[in-house]
């Protein structure tokens, strides 16, 4: 191997379906109507392969460590997509040989016999939109199955793939305390091998936002949602499931390495419409984001081979990111490591946060507190001004 290559972080692609069948009122991702795609399987085979080959041309170095199918419901594309998806990635780069293989699927399509279809087409860990264990609560968010349909889609996932992970949101508006321990305990219950548990977030442009605005919808207040987030650290730490990132809980193998990677300041390509990623080219970290809309990314892959526009980040914005990346971990990051990414940090202001209980006072190793990990924008602030 060159010694460019052995310098390189390692390598994962995300890899993004801007569809779902009916769209969340409190979602502000990348998604369209699924009934809005009128472009065919081949033709998205086609701009999918175009964009990998592109960011093959700029980062050529494998193998691939993870790939990961997010969107929108990736459980919607055809099963053959994912599997020619994923023959194109390991053509160019080579797939390692225990590369971790997500795909997020939501619980209306996810049929046994598609997930066995998965399965064969490579992917290794499925990661279901669960959302909640209670019914009212599915209604309320917009969903479209019932905590039944959730319960067996986990089932069969957990029967098929090597991992198998839910989400939730929490924090909803009304929520009890009370409440979402029972919930949590139902969702423990399933001896989960991993679990993202998400504080509902009104983002502007939603449904929800709309309401919040009008006055009719009201989140739990800073103190009730912090009540809430140390009960949910306790009672996953009680169950094996302790968190290793903010919004993260898994025992040690069940870790999601593709994200862990991402926050350790690993490489990945962002492929398909509206995709960010970080890629290092000549040394330089570089940020790529995708053209949002899916005809417009199609077209720019028909025409030009890709959707992409790539931007070098600055020593200073690619030193915020690796730092704020890194305190997301539970663990942190080492401080050596923090430096071999350009950052400097500032004896004094660190002990300041440390004497504030907002970073803990191990040596060597740049670390949030469980308080810390709530206000990471304000420590940054802080640490970096
Ligand atoms: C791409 S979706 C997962 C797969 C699939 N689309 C589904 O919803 O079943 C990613 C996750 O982000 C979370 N999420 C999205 N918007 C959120 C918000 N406003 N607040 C909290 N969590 C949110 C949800 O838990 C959702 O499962
Ligand atoms: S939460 Fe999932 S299903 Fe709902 S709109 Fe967002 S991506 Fe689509």
Redesign the pocket.
Same mark, same amino acid.
């Not at 997020?104 to 619980?107: D, G, L, R, T, Y």
């Given at each position: 191997m060159s010694a460019e290559a052995d310098s390189l972080p390692p390598l994962g692609i995300y890899l993004h379906w801007p569809f779902?069948s009916a769209i969340?009122p409190?979602?502000?991702?990348n998604?369209h109507a699924a009934h809005k795609n009128t472009a065919s399987q081949k033709d998205w085979l086609a701009a999918y392969r175009a964009e990998l080959a592109h960011a093959h041309g700029l980062r050529p170095h494998g193998p691939v460590q993870s790939v990961f199918f997010?969107?929108? #419901?990736?459980?919607l594309m055809p099963g053959d997509l994912v599997a020619g998806v994923l023959q194109e990635i390991d053509r160019l780069w080579s797939l390692a040989g225990d590369a971790e293989i997500t795909l997020?699927?939501?619980?209306v399509s996810a049929a046994e016999v598609y997930l066995q279809e998965l399965r064969h087409a490579g992917i290794t860990r499925l990661?279901?939109?669960?959302?909640a264990f209670d019914d009212d609560a599915l209604r309320f968010l917009g969903?479209t199955h019932s905590v039944n349909d959730a319960q067996h889609a986990f089932a069969a996932a957990q029967d098929i793939f090597d991992s198998a992970s839910f989400?939730?949101?929490y924090a909803r508006p009304d929520q009890s305390l009370a409440a979402w321990q029972k919930e949590l305990a139902a969702a423990l219950a399933l001896a989960p091998h991993h679990m993202?548990l998400?504080?509902?977030?009104?983002?502007p442009g #939603?449904a929800?936002y709309a309401r919040a605005q009008q006055g009719r919808l009201h989140v739990p207040d800073e103190d009730a949602a912090a009540d809430l987030y140390d009960a949910t650290q306790s009672l996953c730490a009680a169950a094996g499931l302790p968190a290793y990132e903010v919004s993260n809980h898994a025992a040690l193998p069940h870790r999601c390495r593709h994200n862990q990677a991402i926050w350790q300041g690993g490489d990945y390509l962002g492929i398909g419409p509206g995709a960010h990623g970080r890629v290092t080219i000549n040394g330089i970290k570089h940020a790529s984001l995708a053209m949002r809309k899916p005809q417009d990314w199609l077209a720019a892959c028909r025409q030009n081979g890709h959707g992409w526009q790539l931007r070098e980040l600055t020593a200073a914005s690619a030193a915020e990111e690796a730092v704020m990346l890194g305190l997301r971990l539970v663990e942190g990051r080492p401080l050596a490591e923090l430096a071999a990414q350009g950052v400097m940090l500032d004896g004094t202001r660190l002990a300041a946060l440390q004497q504030d209980g907002l970073l803990s006072a191990q040596k060597d190793v740049l670390q949030a507190t469980e308080k810390g990990r709530l206000l990471l924008d304000y420590i940054i602030a802080r640490l970096l001004a």
């Open positions: 779902c969340c409190y979602c502000d991702f998604v997010g969107g929108g #419901t990736p459980s997020e699927a939501n619980p990661s279901l939109g669960v959302q969903r989400d939730l949101i993202s998400y504080q509902l977030t009104i983002e #939603t929800f």
